[in-house]
Structure formats: C-alpha cells, structure tokens
C-alpha cells in the first residue's frame, strides 16, 4: 500500500501562484508513475498533469498548460505541481495519484490509478 500526502494549497487571489507537493515514503516511489487531479464541486473529477517514473513523459490537460508545471524528486520521493497564473476555474480539490504500466490514454483517466492522496483544497477568488 502506497501512502500519498498531499500538501500546498490554500487561498489565493486570481493571477496568484500555487505549489502542492506530494509525498510518499514507499520505497518504490521511483517506480510509478505520478498524477495530479482535481475534483470540483459537483463536478467529476478530471486529470491535471501526470510524470513518467523516469520524469520522460509530462502530461498536462488543455487548460494548464503554460501554466502548471509537474516535476518529481525520486531522492526525497516527493512530485510537485508548481501552479501559476492561477484563475477562479482552477478552484477544486487537488489530488496526488499512483499508478504503473500506463499507456496512451491510461496517463488521464483516474480508475487507472492505484493510490490516491487524501487530497488538499485549492481556492482562487476572483
């Protein structure tokens, strides 16, 4: 069992920026592959970023890019998601995930993830 810790969000005005950090103990940590998603209030949850085990593939949903920035420290066994430009929209629960094997669309659907973080709230006033 692959334990997720969540940390970072908090309250920020829009154009602000964020850095949620994410932290395991496991010792196969280097071994996964990292996500981050986000739910809304009655909304689903959806995919925001995702990393390779190798830091070689990055994943970032349409409305992120240019402005999130996903990255892993396989020595501290943490994966960050430094958030920028953040708008109103962006307010949501932030989610850390684990998984392995991932393949073509696996990276962004949830139900391909094995471990979840407890999850660490994000709000953006406008």
């Known amino acids: 069992q692959v334990q997720l810790v969540e940390s970072g969000g908090g309250l920020v005005q829009a154009g602000g920026s964020l850095r949620l950090s994410c932290a395991t103990s496991?010792?196969?940590?280097?071994?996964?592959?990292m996500g981050w998603f986000r739910q809304a209030p009655g909304k689903e949850r959806e995919f925001v970023s995702a990393?390779?085990?190798?830091?070689?593939?990055?994943y970032y949903e349409d409305s992120v890019k240019g402005r999130f920035t996903i990255s892993r420290d396989s020595s501290k066994s943490t994966v960050s998601l430094q958030m920028n430009s953040l708008k109103p929209e962006d307010t949501a629960v932030y989610y850390c995930?684990?998984?392995?094997?991932?393949?073509?669309?696996?990276?962004?659907?949830?139900?391909?993830?094995?471990?979840w973080g407890q999850g660490t709230q994000v709000t953006v006033s406008s």
């Open positions: 995930a684990a998984g392995r094997g991932m393949y073509g669309r696996w990276w962004y659907l949830p139900d391909k993830y094995d471990y």
């Open positions: 496991d010792r196969t940590f280097s071994t996964y592959a």
């Open positions: 990393i390779g085990w190798s830091a070689g593939n990055v």
